[in-house]
């Protein structure tokens, strides 16, 4: 894991399980394992939920990687713990679950 990735680790974990896996030259991030958004290039990018429009209100809106759907880019630090518990609480809730394979 690089630095950038090391950070956001560190600045997300004291809330919850953070796992941060390597995926087509980027990365997945996830909360308590929800899907929550990509690092790509070494800047932080964040799905839109009612909680995170709210909370993130000066992040614009941009492309992560070519294909993709626009996500929130995050370019603030993660000094406010309050800020960053409020955020990955109200974004788990929002978040639908992990859809499950079907056996065949």
């Known amino acids: ?3 950038y990735n090391e950070y ?8 919850g ?8 030259g980027g990365y997945l991030v996830y909360y308590n394992g929800k899907l929550i958004g ?3 290039n070494n800047e932080l990018f964040l ?3 009612p909680t ?3 909370l993130l209100t000066g992040s614009e809106l941009r492309y992560p990687y070519e294909g993709s759907k626009t996500l929130m880019y995050v370019f603030d630090s993660f000094d406010d713990k309050a800020l960053i518990v409020e955020l990955l609480d109200g974004m788990y809730a929002e ?6 394979k079907k056996a065949k």
Request: proline fraction near 6%.
């Open 47 to 49: 799905k839109r939920t």
């Open 95 to 100: 978040l639908p679950e992990k859809k499950t």
């Open 8 to 15: 956001v680790y560190e600045s997300f974990s004291t809330n």
């Open 52 to 54: 995170s429009d709210k």
């Open 17 to 24: 399980d953070i796992v941060i896996k390597p995926m087509m």
């Open 38 to 40: 990509d690092i790509c």
């Open 1 to 3: 894991m690089n630095d």
